[in-house]
């Protein structure tokens, strides 16, 4: 999912040696004579070779063997060190709870690992060899560590400040019941406690060095501290997905969501985009042989694109070159710094040469060594910051007006439609996002101008500082010499530094608006994901329409098309059509009616509601709801709709998704491209690349969290599985269509293109019918006389079929055991299974009891005993684990967290946009969430919409956990209309509370 580097060297120093730092870094940006003294303005041939970007050339910490037996003591008070870190598997710790002797060892060979902190370079041919010796080392230590008794346990490791995750082979060490097939390597705290030491947190070294820490960086932009992004970096490089991160590594996130996941995953890529372009700019400039320490050392302050584009753009391609450059060609360069650093020695008619134009009078001079003063200040560092912070202290605001010259192609509806905008003006720090977002379409459509109203006093304040402290000459300068100085600050500011800050300022609200517009569809799209389903009901789907008619479609509780039809009921033939639909109601005894909200969508639901008021459908007490059928078209043509319902009639086949959509909306709605399914704001108009990216980890994190029945899934809902995709849900279709159903977890090892990182990250989320599973054994033990022997051949066939794949893939695959497991049909992932069964043997309790109020009595007696601290502590594992462990045997069978959240509303009755009064209390449903407020439908035809200034967080529901004051899709409300207006048909509403 994540497009981010799969691999970083971490490494946490107090003291860097200078020897250590790339050849970049020795350049100091802070003194002023230092670049006075060794930047050159005209590229140096010397000066050029030595700016050399950086090489991950250093040696890797040398790793030690393992010694099993007499280690040697190692004193408590080590001297202060370097900790060189490494990524290891997330999920491996060691943990020994057998032998008092085995566990004085391991903490003997854990300070053995992190004492030896001696770097040796060694050759590529060298350190293969070594790596081969160690595996061996490893596998023998590993055989002696299993003959010993000890007990490997795979449980949550954690990266501390000072440490860091671990990152190992690729183990299959996930069996149930069986010792793991390789070693599993230990960190520092088997318990995975996080040290949360902000100083001193391990600096993340990117394949791409700037001149500021990646970690802090991201600190300061998400709001969360060094220690959890330096994890998320890590678990991100690691190539762990968004919901396994949140539900697996909580301890090593501080017990993060998934929005504040993807927030970082956002920012993150966008640092390294802008440290990726840095250096291939560096690369470019090099080559031309234009790079001086100087140049190089703004270009690697850089942290935004904005800042790059400013510092390169002179030096683009095609470029005429900047009036400054003009006047370094010219020989003017050495006057200019002169007159900071000399100013008594500079005699500026020396320059004067009248056959040279540029040279050829006084003032020509002034003005050439103006410009490139005024692109000094612009370029420096010191500079830039002080503009910034005045301009955090003062009054900056945005101003929006009737653009003179409107385009031809823009209709009077268009110009009305930004009548808000025409004279609009806001403080910057105050100016909401869908205002933003508004203001940038009128300007795309040229029928805004946009411009950002800087202070004159913040220039005035600028200039001052200028001349007196930052760009004071060093000795006393004659006036004449002043007067230039102070025409180039304000050269500087008015040419360079004003348009940079507008441009900022523009891009950085631009950027936040769309990053919200961007979450806010996501909450939206993950509410209307997770609606609850309606199973076990029959139901008849409707696809409104006027001349086409309505199309109809029965489907039974297991989603089966029972029967598909038109009617006509808008052409005269309402009465007729009435005695068909009661009989296919009364014949498939079907009681719910879901129409969908397009065309005809009012017409079709006081039809229905009329004939159920009438009780025309008896016996049958009918109801009806009206869903959202965005996208429900543009699905019924796609290859998918095919293939899933071939030979049936596209109009036909959106009438089967909208009734489907009531009936298991997630397994519906994850058929559809996201941004078709209609619960945005302003879509159209922002990244397209960062939205799809958020919908899709929204989409994998609602069904992963929700949970798939391995055995009965589809391929579309399959492919949404974390670390799974669409090759590899073909894979595990044609597996259990060629094999049977799974049996359990472990023999998804089996599949062709699972690896144990792919395993590691889907097993959890995977479910496991365990009354389906036991009734297919028992079938297999009764095709033959002895069920032993039945199930020691299916073993053998699972063996060769894993010995063919084997060869084709040149790897052996692991021998799974056709047992099914109880624990998979929680949420426990198969790396805690080992500390779930000892947790079982604790309470006293066993398989069978998962689910059971048998088990939740036993649980909840030993946390009325024990604190859940100390359990976790006793077990060798984290309280999250622990927790998550608890959540899974307490879960009934085939649980579903989805009935949490609302179900449709089932309505008998209509009505009308006339009988609503000022003041009329109604209950409706939340059908989009914006920026600027919340669009509900109370069962007009017509959504109402509450501003968002009435939605406070008294009146919001406390059950529910909330990230922002925003309400979902779905979610029941109970509102009072305070302004009706029937020529615009606009309705405005005040919140009372969420139902």
Avoid at 102 to 124: A, F, G, H, I, P
Wanted: proline share 4%.
């Amino acid at each position: 999912m994540s497009g981010l580097s799969r691999r970083a060297k971490l490494k946490v120093q107090a003291v860097v040696a200078k020897d250590e730092l790339p050849s970049f870094l020795e350049f100091s940006s802070e003194s002023e004579e230092d670049n006075d003294k060794d930047s050159s303005w005209e590229p140096q041939k010397k000066a050029t070779n030595s700016c050399k970007l950086p090489t991950s050339n250093k040696s890797k910490p040398k790793k030690v063997a393992v010694v099993r037996k007499k280690a040697p003591q190692i004193s408590s008070s080590s001297s202060p060190r370097k900790v060189a870190i490494k990524e290891e598997l997330n999920s491996s710790v060691l943990v020994d709870d057998v032998s008092e002797d085995s566990k004085d060892e391991l903490k003997v060979l854990q300070n053995l690992k992190t004492t030896n902190s001696t770097r040796k370079r060694v050759s590529n041919k060298l350190r293969m060899q070594k790596a081969k010796k160690l595996k061996v080392d490893e596998a023998i230590c590993r055989t002696d560590h299993l003959d010993g008794g000890g007990v490997e346990i795979p449980s949550t490791s954690t990266m501390q400040g000072q440490h860091s995750i671990k990152k190992g082979e690729d183990e299959d060490n996930l069996t149930f019941g069986e010792p793991p097939l390789k070693k599993i390597k230990s960190t520092m705290f088997p318990q995975g406690q996080p040290v949360k030491t902000a100083r001193n947190v391990g600096k993340i070294q990117e394949e791409l060095e700037m001149n500021w820490d990646m970690v802090q960086v991201l600190s300061e932009r998400t709001s969360i501290e060094p220690w959890v992004c330096a994890n998320i970096i890590c678990l991100f490089n690691d190539d762990n997905t968004i919901p396994f991160i949140a539900r697996y590594r909580k301890e090593l996130i501080n017990n993060l969501d998934a929005d504040a996941l993807r927030e970082v995953q956002q920012a993150l890529e966008e640092l390294r985009t802008v440290a990726k372009k840095t250096h291939a700019t560096i690369q470019k400039i090099k080559k031309e042989g234009k790079l001086s320490e100087s140049l190089l050392t703004a270009l690697l302050n850089c942290r935004t694109l904005e800042e790059l584009d400013h510092v390169s753009a002179p030096y683009k391609t095609g470029s005429k070159g900047t009036k400054a450059q003009r006047a370094k060609q010219l020989g003017l360069e050495g006057a200019a710094k002169a007159l900071l650093e000399n100013p008594g020695t500079l005699n500026l008619l020396s320059y004067v040469k009248p056959s040279v134009k540029g040279l050829s009078t006084l003032q020509e001079i002034e003005m050439g060594v103006q410009h490139i003063l005024a692109d000094m200040f612009a370029k420096d560092k010191d500079t830039l910051d002080f503009i910034r912070k005045l301009c955090l202290r003062r009054y900056i605001c945005i101003q929006s007006s009737l653009a003179k010259v409107s385009s031809k192609n823009v209709s009077e509806k268009d110009v009305s439609k930004f009548q808000l905008y025409q004279n609009f003006s806001c403080n910057i720090k105050n100016i909401q996002h869908h205002q933003i977002l508004a203001i940038n379409r009128g300007e795309n459509l040229k029928i805004l101008t946009v411009k950002v109203n800087i202070p004159d006093g913040v220039k005035n304040e600028f200039c001052s500082w200028c001349v007196q402290n930052r760009w004071r000459p060093s000795q006393f300068a004659r006036p004449e010499l002043m007067k230039i100085l102070h025409d180039s600050v304000e050269d500087s500011y008015k040419r360079l530094i004003y348009p940079l800050l507008c441009r900022e300022y523009r891009s950085k609200l631009t950027s936040d608006a769309e990053k919200e517009s961007i979450m806010m569809f996501g909450r939206n799209l993950r509410q209307l994901l997770l609606t609850r389903p309606v199973p076990g009901r029959t139901l008849m789907g409707v696809d409104p329409g006027y001349k086409h008619g309505c199309k109809l479609a029965i489907i039974s509780p297991t989603s089966q098309i029972l029967h598909t039809d038109v009617v006509y009921l808008h052409s005269g033939q309402g009465f007729r059509e009435a005695e068909k639909i009661k009989r296919l109601l009364l014949n498939f005894d079907c009681s719910t009616v879901v129409i969908g909200n397009g065309t005809a969508c009012r017409e079709t639901e006081a039809y229905f509601a009329d004939l159920i008021m009438k009780k025309y459908f008896a016996p049958l007490d009918v109801v009806y709801c009206i869903v959202n059928e965005a996208g429900a078209s543009i699905y019924s043509v796609s290859p998918e709709a095919n293939k899933e319902m071939p030979g049936l009639d596209p109009n036909l086949r959106s009438a089967v998704s909208i009734a489907r959509r009531v009936q298991d909306p997630l397994a519906e709605l994850v058929k559809i491209e996201p941004k078709h399914i209609g619960v945005g704001m302003y879509q159209h108009d922002v990244s397209q690349t960062l939205l799809k990216a958020v919908l899709d980890s929204v989409v994998e994190e609602c069904v992963s969290f929700v949970g798939v029945d391995i055995n009965i899934c589809s391929e579309i809902l399959l492919r949404h599985i974390a670390g799974l995709n669409a090759n590899r849900a073909k894979n595990i279709i044609e597996w259990r269509e060629k094999n049977g159903p799974f049996i359990n977890r472990e023999q998804l090892k089996n599949v062709k293109g699972l690896g144990p990182k792919s395993f590691q990250q889907c097993a959890g989320f995977i479910r496991f019918n365990q009354d389906y599973i036991r009734t297919f054994c028992s079938s297999l033990q009764n095709e033959f006389s002895e069920g032993d022997q039945a199930l020691s051949i299916a073993a053998v066939d699972v063996q060769l079929i894993d010995e063919k794949q084997s060869k084709k893939r040149n790897k052996a695959a692991p021998k799974a055991a056709l047992k099914p497991n109880p624990l998979d049909q929680t949420c426990i992932h198969p790396e805690s299974y080992d500390i779930a069964m000892r947790f079982l043997s604790l309470i006293g309790g066993n398989l069978c009891e998962i689910g059971k109020p048998e088990i939740q009595q036993k649980i909840n007696s030993l946390l009325q005993r024990e604190e859940i601290g100390e359990i976790a502590k006793r077990l060798g594992t984290t309280v999250h684990t622990l927790q998550i462990i608890i959540d899974g045997l307490n879960q009934p069978e085939s649980f579903d967290f989805r009935t949490d959240f609302d179900k449709p509303d089932f309505k008998r009755s209509i009505v009308c946009l006339e009988d609503l009064n000022i003041g009329t209390i109604l209950t409706g449903k939340v059908e989009n969430a914006t920026l600027f407020g919340i669009f509900v439908d109370i069962g007009v035809g017509k959504s109402g919409l509450i501003p968002i200034r009435n939605v406070t967080e008294a009146k919001l529901s406390k059950v529910k956990k909330r990230r922002s004051l925003s309400l979902g899709p779905g979610e029941r409300v109970e509102v009072k209309v305070i302004n009706i207006d029937l020529p615009r048909t606009r309705i405005t509403l005040d919140l009372i509370r969420v139902l």
